[in-house]
């Protein structure tokens, strides 16, 4: 089933700890994007990518990582963990910066 | 500072109508997005405006008026399963996607 794929679901974490959330898309959308949600606010852009080789910073990218290797993927590293990075993370990835895109299920993130 | 505002939670009743707003200040505009989010789970695509008007799908319409900075989305023949959060995105004029926190709407039988 195409799609857009993200692991793990969900995770406990250390303070501290290094992770890495995956991202996997088999629509050869050029544009990829990770976003957290947290309860009262919006989506927040965390980095981008608009095509394979090139990425970007977002509203909240303080904290984050990203690479973009090829087409499909898209993993965010959270170098070394903090409290306030608990939230569920999203990825998506639309055709073009302006179409539709598409989400993956979340990646609930609880930092203790 | 770029803001999208939308009325934090809405109920309405099975079979009828209703509007959800949504005001934006960007700094340029290159279209709005409506998505749909259960709770629990991915946001989904409902609609793009970037013309001025109504843009019908289904019982789902978008419209949007750029000179007031306004778009409201219209639900009809409403239904216990559309019971969800409404997310208003509007794309600024470096493509990128500013989203507002969500309408959360309730529908009772």
């Known amino acids: 089933i195409a799609g857009i794929t993200q692991a793990p679901t969900s995770q406990i974490l250390a303070a501290g700890r290094r992770m890495t959330l995956r991202c996997t898309q088999d629509m050869r959308h050029n544009a990829m994007y990770w976003y957290r949600q947290d309860l009262g606010l919006g989506l927040r852009l965390i980095h981008y990518s608009n095509t394979a080789g090139t990425t970007g910073k977002g509203e909240v990218p303080d904290g984050y990582s990203v690479s973009r290797a090829n087409t499909d993927d898209f993993p965010l590293t959270l170098a070394s963990a903090v409290p306030s990075q608990t939230s569920v993370y999203f990825c998506?990835?639309?055709?073009?910066?302006?179409?539709?895109?598409?989400f993956g299920q979340g990646t609930r993130l609880t930092v203790v | 500072g770029q803001n999208i505002d939308q009325p934090t939670e809405m109920t309405a009743t099975e079979g009828a109508i209703v509007q959800i707003n949504c005001t934006y200040q960007t700094s340029g505009f290159n279209g709005l997005f409506w998505y749909q989010q259960h709770a629990g789970e991915a946001p989904t695509f409902l609609s793009y405006?970037?013309l001025d008007g109504l843009e019908e799908k289904g019982r789902f319409s978008s419209f949007l008026s750029r000179s007031k900075g306004y778009s409201y989305l219209l639900l009809k023949e409403l239904q216990m399963k559309d019971s969800a959060s409404y997310l208003c995105a509007v794309l600024d004029s470096n493509y990128q996607l500013i989203w507002g926190a969500g309408t959360k709407l309730i529908i009772k039988p």
């Open positions: 405006n970037v």
């Open positions: 998506a990835s639309s055709d073009s910066i302006n179409t539709e895109a598409f």
